[in-house]
Each structure stands twice: as structure tokens, then as C-alpha cells.
């Protein structure tokens, strides 16, 4: 692995932990899932639009960049994030855990079928011990992954969708784009699948809780972060591949629970420690047989 492939995949776990601990936070301040969601990809396509306003990227910015942003806005980010979040009052959380623990494998069989990427045993068994850790992970944290039958088949259906979109953003880059347009247009149009999602809430009687003051902080904070966070998601995606890029769930993971440790003092058992290490184990297994491959070409 690069040194800059190693930074930007630690970068995207730390802002992927990042959300996560501040939309745990905000859940507490009455922000609701869904508008956590959808303020974070508005926020971030606002401050994306301004920044490519004083620094243009330098590409192209038509019609295959807007089409690209709407395909990849649903599948990736909006999809999901209904499908989790809607789930989430019927299942365990493991279920949840596990929603995001499958996208890796996932990506990385798709990515060999699709001949985005060449599968290798190496990496293969790398893959496959960060998978185990994974489970572990949310067997560890959860105590179980029980839900109503409906529920828990939809919130599975996620991973599908992370992984459809993976794929997707790689095969059909538009010629000539660069990460900043594509980041601005996978966050707006995020933005419009989530925001009706959010009026079909409304129009359904769905109520969401009164926002305290605490509140909108954390909403502003994860704008200023999605923004951040969406440029280097796709110059990651550019610079590693994409099966090293479905890899930021694992690293967010690890780097969720030593935010949630030092900076929230939440206390795991051996059980959790263990498992996060041999999803860092299997992270870096898949990237060193990954490199030895490239190496050998």
C-alpha cells in the first residue's frame, strides 16, 4: 500500500468514526436519523459548491457528471441510509453492525467478476479475516442479531446497495471528471433522495422529535466533515481501487471504538479489542498481498 493510499484510508475511517460518534450525539440532542442524514449531505454539497466557485477542479462538469451523481447519490449514501435507518427500531443491533460489515467481501467478489480488480488467494484471505473480525465486532457489542423477519432482510438489502454503488462509481467514472465534481454531485443529489424521503415521512404522519440547541452544533459539525469527507472518498477511490476503498467501513470501525473509548470513556470488553485487531490485521494482510500482486505484474 502507498503511503498516500494509507493516509486517505485512515483519513475515511477517521471521518466515517467521526459521524458516527457525532450522530450518536445528536440522536441524544433529538436530531432524527434521517435528518442527520440528509442535513450532512446537504451541508456538505453546500460547502462543496462554494469551494469549487473560488478553486475550480479543472474538469468537466456536464450532463454524465450530473447522471453519475444522481445513480451514485441513491446507491451509495441515500439507499442505505433509508434502508438502516428505517430497520433500525425492528432489528438488534448487530443487524445493523453487520449491514456494514458486508459491503468489503461483497465489493471485492463483485470487483473480480466485473474485471475491476484481480482476486488473488493473498488477498482473498485478508478480506476474509478483517470479514471475521467484523462479525465479531458486532456479535461482541450487540449480544445477538435478532429482528422481525421483514426488517432485518431489508436492513441486509444495505450492504447489496453499498456494494452495487462501489462497483458502480468505478466502472462508470465519468471521463475527464475529478473528485471534487464528483463529490459535489454525489453530495446534492444525496441531498434530493434523502430530502424526499424526508417529505415522504411527513406525508406518511411521521413525526420527528423538536431539535435542542446541542443539536445544530452537531449538525454543523458533520456538514463541515461530509464535505471533507467527500472529496478524499473519491480520491481514495481513485488512488487504491475500489476494494481498498470498501475497506473505510473496517478502519471507521476500529477508529470508532477508540473514539468512543477516549473521547466518550465507553468501555469494551476483550472480546470487542480482540476482534477490531483482527479487522486491522486482515485490512493490512489484503493491502500487503495487494501490493505484492501489483509488484509482480
Known amino acids: 500500500m502507498s503511503r498516500k493510499v494509507l493516509v486517505l484510508l485512515l483519513l475515511n475511517g477517521l471521518v466515517l468514526a467521526s ?8 440522536g441524544g440532542a433529538g436530531v432524527a436519523p434521517l435528518v442527520y442524514a440528509f442535513a ?24 454524465p457528471v450530473v447522471l453519475y451523481g444522481l445513480i451514485a447519490g441513491f446507491i451509495s449514501i441515500a439507499l442505505p441510509q ?29 470487483a473480480a467478476l466485473f474485471g475491476i480488480e484481480r482476486a488473488s488467494a493473498g488477498r482473498t484471505f485478508g478480506v476474509g479475516i478483517a470479514f471475521a473480525g467484523a462479525i465479531g465486532l458486532a456479535l461482541s457489542r450487540s449480544g445477538g442479531v435478532g429482528g422481525d423477519e421483514i426488517w432485518v432482510v431489508l436492513a441486509m438489502l444495505a450492504p447489496i446497495a453499498i456494494a452495487a454503488g462501489n462497483i458502480y462509481r468505478s466502472r462508470y467514472w465519468p471521463p475527464g471528471a475529478q473528485p471534487l465534481d464528483l463529490a459535489f454531485a454525489m453530495s446534492a443529489a444525496a441531498a434530493l433522495w434523502l430530502g424526499l424521503a424526508l417529505a415522504a415521512t411527513a406525508l406518511a404522519g411521521g413525526t420527528l422529535p423538536a431539535v435542542q440547541p446541542a443539536g445544530y452544533l452537531y449538525l454543523a459539525a458533520s456538514m463541515a466533515i461530509a464535505a471533507f469527507g467527500n472529496v478524499i ?7 487504491g481501487g475500489i476494494v481498498s476503498f470498501s475497506q473505510i467501513g473496517y478502519v471507521g470501525a476500529v477508529l470508532g471504538l477508540l473514539g468512543g473509548a477516549l473521547i466518550l470513556g465507553e468501555r469494551y470488553g476483550p472480546a470487542t479489542w ?15 498481498m495487494k501490493r505484492r500482486a501489483t509488484a509482480r505484474v
Do not use: C, D
Not at 451541508?43 to 477542479?57: D, E, I, K, T, V
Not at 480482540?274 to 500487503?288: F, K, Q, R, T
Open 274 to 288: 480482540i476482534a477490531a485487531l483482527v479487522i486491522a490485521a486482515g485490512v493490512a494482510v489484503s493491502e500487503i
Open 40 to 63: 450532512s449531505a446537504a451541508g456538505a454539497a453546500s460547502f462543496l459548491s462554494l469551494y469549487r466557485a473560488f478553486r475550480p477542479s479543472g474538469g468537466t462538469f456536464g450532463r
Open 233 to 239: 472518498y473519491f480520491e481514495l477511490q481513485r488512488s
Open 19 to 26: 459521524q458516527t460518534l457525532l450522530s450518536r450525539e445528536a
Open 82 to 110: 433509508v434502508l438502516i435507518y428505517s430497520a433500525s427500531a425492528y432489528v438488534s443491533a448487530g443487524i445493523a453492525s453487520l449491514a456494514y460489515a458486508f459491503p468489503t467481501p461483497l465489493t471485492y467478489v463483485l
